[in-house]
């Protein structure tokens, strides 16, 4: 034991002598290096917001008074609280005196040997693999309308047990009773602080996959376990420490790239202005960046319980949902007739099938005991494992978030031409591939028409316009739904039309096969009309619709009635047509009639629109 | 020594996290099959806001609400079963004979790769014995799981 002591004093004392021929080290050159400003998180032109400083927003991340704007006086400040022997700075700072370590050539033993809390947590955190994960979209909570991103360790390549792994989340820290309108606005405004966070990555699976019913896409990325450190030292330095939380560019995307950063700072993945972050656009800059090294496809529920029920044949589908509601048919000719194999792939679906329902809410002992019913068939009727679900485009091969159109067209017998842009995202008659059948979401959509009468006008602004249709099968019957906010040219009299601001919406029902959807929607519309003698119109009716969303082309008819308050109807038609011609252009055709009392405003119009990032 | 003293001072620390965490909202021994999420309130949080309520939420051993959401890789099987909405997974798992939720046990319990494919079978195999009631607890199917293994030559041995 003396022996051992007095080799730890002369590293010591070796370590003071190193430190004190560098007396002075060249803190500029060290603070200018990727490495320190990735640690720092310093904005590189990212964002618009204070370029040049560091994005924490929390005094405790910060060891000099002014360390957030200045990241050279925090590195001479980090230096000297972290020289010191069994300084209590280093356990706060892991990553830093890493970083500190290898660049002068401090060469401790056991550096970090005090910090009892650091090693506990370490010794639990996996170091074999970093995946990226995203789960996507989730048309019912607003703030999962475009997906959401998080981290996981795996204990190692290829892991057999990721229920075992560990989520890395980052997420504003609300109270409990936050709901999703108050945290767009809170998100949007800057109002609330986003931290990182550790949990279990099973229940990360049960949240999205199980209960919410997202698919997961999973990118196991090319960190090696040396890079996988750096990036969990410096975790453990952002624990309980606050950032500001955007909703549209500083999100859970963005910080998961700074974390990703720190462990590879030369990849270059924060080198282009990132507005409008979103978590496709996270999974391409890593595709970009070379560091994508495997993608895993994880059905949800719904989704598996989908694509096991189309290998029934239809009358394997019918008995499946009789199963469900009454197990006890299990005991009938209609299923025993079966093969073992086909009576357990039966019984599979039917289980799912009364899961699905029954995930959520108070447990049901009738369910319950239907549940377990219809597992000891399964299990009494062997199979072989059914072969693994084919996964759907991936996210990231779908079209750009941004588009821009420009097309000519005809109205009330007046030419004009039209152009616009879209900030996000897609629509029902977009190139489908990896993005949700049935799913629409557009956030600042401007289009602009210029005809020789009347010079250059807006013709519409969608500030928001999502669509749900969630079709109704044997299995689940969901709600579809619709809201749509923003300003557009309405008839208000015979052959006139003005800007009106409105907000329209309403539940519905769709239902869906192959390809097309039909749907129908209850629709209530509050519209403001300038320089009307009424300041505002109230009205209700219906809308009904097809929607063809094949690869090859997508198509749609719908027909919108409403009846206003203030004693007038429109009826509105429409036929749209959508031919992609390459991964990022697509023509549109569209034509629409809309009656005012009797009169009607008709017209078509192509375009060549145009996706990009 | 000193060190002796600090490592029983965590295993005590992280000891006492599973003893209290089952006994959790939504989590523990208590827990029945196919309880369902309910009562989850953390859930609502992660839905929308992607966040987590502010509740040290670290993976530490320590200092968790609800679950024992802490040393995953430390988890043994019981505390993985005690976990809301597992127990339903292995349940499925074990009916049609192998999956995710079979696999995670067998690694929590430190079963061997070479003998998981036999434990997947034997669980398999022994499902009425196991699953004996559908409103059986995360602690009894912990209890008949084990008492399955002892009866099994190659499994005998995890468990004693």
Redesign the interface.
């Known amino acids: 034991m003396p022996a051992v002591r007095a080799v730890l004093c002369l590293c010591a004392l070796v370590s003071g002598v190193a430190a004190n021929a560098a007396q002075a080290p060249d803190f500029e050159a060290l603070a200018a290096s990727a490495r320190w400003q990735a640690l720092m998180h310093v904005n590189p032109g990212a964002t618009l917001r204070s370029i040049g400083a560091s994005y924490v927003d929390d005094a405790d991340f910060f060891l000099a008074p002014d360390g957030a704007t200045d990241i050279e006086a925090e590195l001479v400040a980090t230096w000297q609280a972290l020289k010191p022997k069994a300084s209590p700075a280093r356990c706060r700072f892991p990553a830093r005196y890493r970083f500190l370590a290898e660049q002068l050539g401090w060469t401790e033993a056991a550096p970090l040997a005090h910090c009892?809390d650091y090693l506990?947590?370490r010794e639990?955190?996996?170091i074999g693999q970093l995946v990226l994960v995203f789960p996507a979209a989730?048309l019912n909570?607003p703030?999962?309308m475009f997906g959401?991103t998080l981290l996981r360790l795996d204990?190692n390549q290829d892991p057999?047990?990721?229920?075992?792994?560990?989520a890395i989340?980052f997420?504003?820290?609300?109270?409990?009773a936050?709901?999703?309108m108050f945290?767009i606005w809170q998100g949007l405004a800057g109002g609330?602080p986003?931290?990182?966070?550790?949990?279990?990555?099973?229940?990360k699976i049960?949240?999205y996959a199980?209960?919410?019913n997202r698919d997961m896409w999973e990118y196991a990325l090319k960190l090696d376990a040396d890079d996988i450190d750096w990036v969990v030292r410096h975790l453990w330095e952002l624990?309980?420490i606050n950032f500001d939380y955007y909703f549209f560019d500083e999100n859970?995307s963005f910080r998961l790239l700074e974390l990703i950063k720190v462990g590879r700072p030369d990849a270059p993945l924060m080198t282009d202005l990132r507005f409008a972050e979103l978590p496709v656009n996270t999974v391409r800059a890593l595709y970009e960046a070379d560091l994508v090294a495997q993608r895993r496809y994880r059905p949800s529920k719904a989704g598996e319980l989908e694509a096991l029920a189309a290998r029934l044949a239809p009358a394997e589908r019918d008995l499946a949902a009789a199963l469900r509601d009454d197990p006890a048919l299990t005991a009938a000719d209609r299923f025993q007739a079966y093969a073992p194999v086909r009576r357990h792939r039966i019984a599979?679906v039917a289980?799912q099938a009364l899961?699905l329902g029954?995930?959520?809410?108070?447990?049901?002992?009738d369910?319950?005991?239907k549940?377990?019913a219809l597992?000891?068939v399964?299990?009494r009727n062997?199979a072989p494992?059914s072969e693994p679900l084919t996964p759907p485009a991936a996210p990231e091969a779908g079209h750009g978030t941004q588009m821009a159109h420009i097309g000519a067209g005809r109205q009330d017998g007046r030419e004009f031409l039209s152009f616009g842009y879209r900030l996000t995202y897609h629509d029902l008659f977009d190139p489908l591939a990896g993005f949700l059948p049935g799913a629409a979401i557009e956030g600042l959509d401007i289009g602009l028409r210029v005809d020789a009468d009347d010079g250059l006008e807006l013709e519409s602004l969608d500030l928001v316009n999502i669509r749900s249709l969630a079709p109704r099968g044997d299995f689940v019957k969901p709600i579809s739904w619709f809201v749509h906010a923003g300003l557009e040219q309405a008839p208000v009299a015979d052959h006139e039309r003005r800007l009106a601001g409105f907000l329209q919406g309403g539940p519905g029902a769709s239902w869906r096969v192959d390809d097309l959807f039909a749907y129908v929607f209850a629709v209530g519309r509050l519209e403001s009309v300038s320089r009307q003698r009424t300041d505002a119109a109230l009205g209700g009716g219906a809308e009904i619709g097809l929607a063809l969303q094949a690869q090859a082309v997508q198509w749609g008819v719908h027909a919108r009635w409403l009846e206003f308050t203030s004693h007038f109807s429109r009826l509105r038609t429409g036929l749209t047509v959508n031919l992609p011609v390459s991964a990022q252009n697509a023509l549109r055709g569209e034509c629409s009639r809309e009656t005012w009392r009797s009169e009607a405003v008709a017209g078509c119009s192509v375009s060549f629109r145009h996706f990009f990032d | 020594m000193k060190k002796l003293i600090i490592g029983a001072a965590l295993l005590g620390s992280s000891m006492t996290a599973s003893a209290v965490a089952p006994g959790g909202p939504g989590c523990g021994w208590g827990n029945l099959l196919f309880e369902g999420s309910s009562g989850l309130p953390a859930h609502m949080l992660a839905t929308t806001v992607n966040g987590t309520s502010g509740n040290a939420t670290f993976g530490m051993t320590s200092g968790t609400n609800g679950c024992d959401t802490s040393g995953s890789l430390t988890y043994s099987g019981d505390s993985l079963l005690a976990m809301n909405g597992v127990l339903e997974e292995v349940a499925q798992d074990m009916a049609v004979g192998h999956g995710e939720a079979l696999t995670a046990l067998t690694v929590a319990m430190q079963i061997d790769t070479a003998d998981r494919a036999h434990f997947d079978s034997i669980m398999h195999e022994n499902f009425a014995q196991i699953f004996t009631r559908d409103d059986v607890s995360s602690g009894e199917v912990m209890e008949n799981i084990q008492a399955v293994m002892k009866r099994d030559d190659r499994l005998s041995h995890y468990v004693s």
């Open positions: 009892h506990e947590w639990q955190m996996p989730y909570s703030s999962s959401h204990a057999d047990a990721v229920w075992l792994s560990r989340n997420g504003a820290q609300g109270g409990a936050d709901n999703s945290y609330y986003g931290q990182f966070s550790v949990t279990s990555y099973v229940e049960r949240d199980f209960v919410e624990r309980g859970c599979q289980y899961r029954h995930r959520e809410g108070e447990r049901d002992p369910v319950a005991r549940s377990l597992l000891r399964i299990q062997d494992p």
